[in-house]
């Protein structure tokens, strides 16, 4: 077995052998285009109307240092998001017709969750401090949990194993961008004022699940009770108030923002690091409840995940 990697867990970054360090890309405004873009017929792009509005929350439930308040009132230009996050199906057009090879795929491995993996897979190098990520050559959005594995019959989950550079190509070919964090809170409140979740403060209202997440013991047991283990379609679960799915749970979803905000005390994270918003099908209030719509943790924008993804905003 190779040696461990010390890195963090909810988006461990690859060893600095494997990848050269990358510049930030700036993901600006996009040009004005129709539902979608010229090439992503897929996109099915919600108008919001912006203005002056809250975000950020003192929950108790906050992981300290993730910078999630003070609650403050921001204007936000009106805008367009996915109503989903960009799926398998999507992304295979744009590779299609551009020739676009991932990072995973051009370096040849990306991280799994052990838990996805057989219990007969060959031992590979670990994260030291959250040994369920494993380093799986073969790895990438084609084949998500390595060699043997497909997205035969997931072509309606969203891409995984994507950097920040990968979400950004794809904008590009759309004609679309990354949505800002003010925007992507914004839109995943769905019209609610202060509420914990996309659709109220519980989890899960009635006894129904609304996401998905961890059920069971992290890392060891996922009951699956909200029907899936893994990925899940980008649909899977209502919409919110605005029309938007899986703001919650899932996979992680790439902003365009760099880890920082105003006045914020922060944990530190290295320079060129970014916001990702969302949290994962691997969250569980255990350990990381960071699905809460006001949460947000930094990223190497140069990770590859099998919990990582992106939706794509545009201009008004």
Do not use: K
């Not at 461990?12 to 930030?24: C, E, L």
């Amino acid at each position: 077995m190779d040696g461990p990697i010390d890195r963090p867990c909810c988006a461990p970054r690859r060893p600095a052998a494997d990848a050269a360090p990358r510049a930030v890309a700036a993901a600006g405004p996009s040009r004005p285009v129709g539902a979608g873009g010229p090439g992503d017929p897929g996109a099915r792009l919600i108008a919001l109307s912006g203005g002056r509005v809250r975000v950020g929350n003192e929950d108790d439930r906050a992981i300290p240092g993730d910078g999630e308040g003070p609650v403050r009132t921001v204007e936000v230009a009106p805008f367009r998001i996915d109503a989903h996050a960009v799926s398998n199906r999507r992304f295979a057009a744009f590779a299609a017709a551009t020739g676009h090879r991932t990072l995973a795929e051009r370096e040849g491995w990306s991280f799994v969750f052990a838990g996805h993996l057989p219990e007969d897979f060959p031992p590979t190098r670990a994260i030291a401090a959250t040994p369920w990520w494993r380093q799986v050559h073969g790895a990438s959005w084609r084949a998500p949990e390595g060699p043997g594995s497909t997205i035969d019959g997931r072509l309606d989950h969203p891409v995984v194993h994507v950097t920040r550079d990968d979400a950004l190509a794809f904008c590009a070919w759309a004609g679309l961008r990354l949505p800002t964090e003010v925007e992507w809170e914004h839109a995943a409140r769905g019209g609610l004022d202060g509420a914990r979740y996309p659709w109220g403060d519980e989890l899960e209202p009635g006894g129904e699940h609304r996401c998905n997440v961890w059920q069971g013991a992290f890392p060891g047991e996922d009951r699956g009770e909200d029907g899936f283990r893994g990925t899940c379609p980008v649909d899977a679960f209502p919409a919110n108030g605005f029309g938007l799915h899986e703001v919650s749970g899932n996979v992680w979803e790439w902003t365009a923002d760099p880890w920082a905000r105003p006045g914020a005390v922060l944990r530190p994270a290295p320079d060129g690091w970014v916001a990702i918003r969302g949290g994962s099908h691997l969250c569980h209030r255990s350990y990381c409840e960071r699905y809460r719509v006001a949460a947000r943790t930094a990223a190497d924008p140069a990770s590859t995940t099998g919990h990582q993804g992106f939706r794509c905003a545009a201009d008004a």
